[in-house]
């Protein structure tokens, strides 16, 4: 079983940058691929980002894409997401999650374990 404490979320101007972290449980993080999701009020949760394994592939959702990057440091069993040139669309509740494939985690029914959010909250 893997748990995920998501942190890093905040207040930031728009045009700013956030990094969020996931931190992970368990032995077997290096063989899960990662993900970032995320919901903002009233809307569905959607896919924004996702790593492979290793860390040699990566899938963005168009809307986050030239702006976000996700990494993971297996060393540590974290994954991050740094966001840059932040938009007032952006803020939203942003969930870290595991999945079998990079692939597989762009969409919300390839996700294996979830953690529980962190607030990122832009300002126009």
């Known amino acids: 079983q893997v748990q995920l404490v998501d942190s890093g979320g905040g207040l930031v101007q728009a045009g700013g940058s956030l990094r969020l972290s996931c931190a992970a449980s368990g032995r077997t993080f290096s063989s899960y691929a990662m993900g970032w999701f995320r919901q903002a009020p009233g809307k569905e949760r959607e896919f924004s980002a996702a790593i492979n394994w290793s860390g040699g592939s990566t899938r963005y959702a168009d809307s986050v894409k030239g702006r976000f990057t996700i990494s993971r440091d297996n060393a540590k069993n974290t994954v991050y997401l740094q966001m840059n040139n932040l938009k007032p669309e952006d803020t939203a509740v942003y969930y870290c999650?595991?999945?079998?494939?990079?692939?597989?985690?762009?969409?919300?029914?390839?996700?294996?374990?979830w953690g529980k959010g962190t607030l990122v909250t832009v300002s126009s």
């Open positions: 999650a595991t999945g079998y494939s990079d692939y597989g985690l762009g969409r919300l029914a390839g996700v294996v374990h």
